[in-house]
Nanobody
Framework: QVQLVESGGGLVQAGGSLRLSCTAS????????MGWYRQTPGNQRELVAT???????DYADSAAGRFAVSRDVPKNTVYLQMDFLKPEDTAVYYC???????????????????WGPGTLVTVSS
């Protein structure tokens, strides 16, 4: 079983920066996509940014130009550098892993996608 643990959330003033980290643990052979979603009360979870194992990225329009997603593939870790934060960025940020494969060379098996428990980011005006 694969688990994700986020860190780096907190309170920041508008215009400030935060860096989120998320590390996957368990019997992991490869994670195809890792990234971040966010959710505010009463709203659906929405994409922030993801990065594929080959380096391709996908950003929400609201994040492009201000946020940067990166990965340390051997460490099964994904980061989200958030700059020029706005009050509307306030949300619970969830780490996400997709196209997850467990096991080791010779015995590899697909796993379900995985979500972290979330970390709260609050941006004050």
């Amino acid at each position: 079983q694969v688990q994700l643990v986020e860190s780096g959330g907190g309170l920041v003033q508008a215009g400030g920066s935060l860096r989120l980290s998320c590390t996957a643990s368990g019997s992991i052979f490869r994670i195809g996509v890792m990234g971040w979603y966010r959710q505010t009360p009463g709203n659906q979870r929405e994409l922030v940014a993801t990065m594929a194992i080959g380096g391709g990225t996908d950003y929400a329009d609201s994040a492009a130009g201000r946020f940067a997603v990166s990965r340390d593939v051997p460490k099964n870790t994904v980061y989200l550098q958030m700059d020029f934060l706005k009050p509307e960025d306030t949300a619970v940020y969830y780490c996400y892993a997709d196209r997850v494969y467990g096991g080791e060379i010779g015995v590899v098996y697909p796993l379900q996608d995985v979500w972290g428990p979330g970390t709260l980011v609050t941006v004050s005006s």
